[in-house]
């Protein structure tokens, strides 16, 4: 499918239906390609440990597996960041 980028802000909720789907989804702005929407295949159990297992070794390595606060915090930093 293809759609402008105007038209993929008003049905975004059924651009990614379709994308999961399988269906890629093409956006253009001026007729021209952009950007493509496309599906993620699901992750097998073995390889979700593995990532789950780098996950916890990155966060260790970081330090924001520690925080109580974790994901906020590090967004609010950023937001404050862009102000």
Do not use: F, Y
Request: proline share 1%.
């Amino acid at each position: 499918m293809i759609t402008t980028l105007r038209e993929s802000k008003a049905t975004l909720s059924a651009l990614v239906a379709l994308a999961q789907s399988g269906e890629d989804v093409i956006i253009t702005v001026r007729g021209k390609p952009k950007a493509r929407l496309s599906g993620i295949r699901a992750r097998s159990a073995t390889n979700m440990s593995g990532w789950i297992k780098e996950l916890k070794a990155l966060q260790r390595k970081s330090g924001t597996g520690q925080s109580s606060h974790g994901s906020r915090a590090i967004l609010d930093e950023l937001r404050e960041e862009r102000c």
